[in-house]
């Protein structure tokens, strides 16, 4: 990707395509154009060696005329604030499109996780949560985990948000954050709830379309949170992993990859690449191979002009959020290779964080089973309705789901009237 490239405009472009589709009301075109706030911060965190160093994170919230604000934290050291304000725009759509009441955020914070230690960056996750202060709460805005934070960040939030409060007031705070651990207040279901909802999707267009999952040989990029629980479902429906790439290099087995043991290997330390019974092969050749479904699990603009053209799966399920360029899709178009796109694929994750935060309202605790027949019958629906909406309006699914977004916002503006 260009220097200049933006994933804001790349996201902008997607939702102002769908609103041209059926003429947005130009107020709402025009609210929708920036994001609400925008909060850039830069905080201090003594390291293990005592030295002082100095850190920048963003939370960005684009509109909560829905619901609170929504979305991920994400360290990762190429976050800035360009791809968070796109993040935070792609929350808004998904959590229109699927049906939960919420608006859009995402935050995030320019480090490399894996090179600090756990003291530093539960260090780094309290005094980030504390310069934020207020521009979180329950109520207000809800931080949940992104790529390089998990169940143990989001319990770190929250203990420190908590801590900023009244004694009395405390524990009715703990929905502050989702996606945090069993024991202090997560949902069942919660950590694997977006891979979940990448084959629940799956699972919908391949009813529609006669396409067997039975045998099929599907390729994931990114082996964590929602590459692996993605894979490991995927391969219950009798489907076969046969490569993952992640940011170590790339592995296949055409004759299948045991999605478990390669986490149990990969959790105790080990490079995916010294798995055994696996060749290495280099990441160009991971988009060459054949397959007949793709998921890009890892972070966004990795299929793009130059790799597009060799893809030969026929479905690509986008478990990460952005992960194909313009250009990359207008290529996968013209070849005829379906998107089920991010707003869609991914949205399992902020639909079991809706029931987190549900629960912690009302001091409950659901079943998995509860958990995950909801979170079927809402992704179903989200499904259902993206593919009715494409092929009323000829269009493809991407610009499907945005046009089901908008009109829900549109709707609400439309009801409640602009103020004042
Ligand atoms: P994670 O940190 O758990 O895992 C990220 C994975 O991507 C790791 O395996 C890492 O090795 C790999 N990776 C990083 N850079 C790579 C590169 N250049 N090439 C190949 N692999 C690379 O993150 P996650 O929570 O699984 O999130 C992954 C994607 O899914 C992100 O786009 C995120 O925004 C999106 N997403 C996550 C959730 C969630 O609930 N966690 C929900 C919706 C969308």
Not at 297 to 317: F, R, S, T
Request: aromatic letters at 8%; glycine letters at 8%; a neutral charge.
């Amino acid at each position: 990707m260009s220097k200049t490239f933006s994933l804001y405009k790349q996201a902008t472009n997607q939702w102002q395509k769908a609103a041209d589709f059926f003429e947005l009301d130009r107020d709402v075109r025009t609210i929708l154009s920036e994001p609400k706030n925008e909060v850039s911060i830069n905080f201090p965190v003594r390291m293990d060696n005592h030295e002082l160093r100095l850190f920048r994170g963003h939370r960005i919230q684009h509109n909560n005329i829905l619901g609170p604000f929504k979305g991920g934290i994400r360290f990762h050291p190429m976050v800035n604030h360009d791809e968070v304000k796109a993040l935070a725009v792609w929350m808004t759509f998904k959590c229109a499109l699927v049906g939960v009441p919420f608006g859009g955020a995402k935050g995030g914070v320019t480090v490399d996780p894996g090179e600090l230690s756990a003291g530093e960056l539960m260090r780094l996750t309290r005094r980030f949560t504390h310069a934020l202060g207020g521009n979180i709460g329950p109520e207000y805005d809800i931080p949940a985990p992104d790529a390089g934070t998990n169940a143990k960040t989001m319990a770190i939030m929250m203990d420190t948000f908590m801590n900023a409060q009244s004694a009395t007031n405390r524990n009715a705070q703990r929905h502050v954050v989702t996606g945090k651990t069993l024991t202090v207040g997560g949902s069942l279901g919660r950590d694997k709830a977006t891979g979940q909802g990448v084959v629940y999707v799956l699972k919908a267009w391949a009813k529609e379309h006669n396409f067997d999952l039975k045998g099929a040989k599907f390729a994931v990029q990114g082996y964590g949170n929602v590459g692996f629980h993605a894979a490991h479902i995927l391969e219950k429906e009798g489907a076969i992993l046969v490569a993952v790439q992640d940011h170590t290099g790339s592995i296949s087995n055409l004759k299948g990859i045991d999605a478990q043991a390669l986490k149990t290997f990969n959790l105790s330390g080990n490079p995916i690449t010294s798995f055994e019974k696996v060749e290495v092969i280099s990441n160009q050749d991971f988009f060459k191979l054949p397959i007949d479904i793709l998921i890009p699990a890892a972070l966004e603009g990795q299929i793009h002009k130059d790799n597009a053209h060799d893809i030969q799966a026929k479905v690509i399920a986008e478990g990460a959020n952005g992960p194909t360029t313009s250009e990359g899709e207008d290529i996968l178009n013209q070849k005829g290779v379906v998107i089920l796109p991010d707003l869609l694929a991914n949205a399992g994750g902020v639909t079991v964080s809706y029931f987190e935060w549900a629960q912690n309202k009302t001091s409950s605790q659901w079943s998995l089973e509860a958990v995950d027949k909801r979170l079927l019958e809402m992704m179903n629906q989200a499904y259902a309705h993206t593919s009715e909406v494409a092929k009323d309006m000829k269009t493809d699914l991407r610009t499907a789901s945005y046009i089901a977004a908008l009109k829900r916002i549109s709707y609400a503006y439309q009801e409640r009237g602009i103020f004042p």
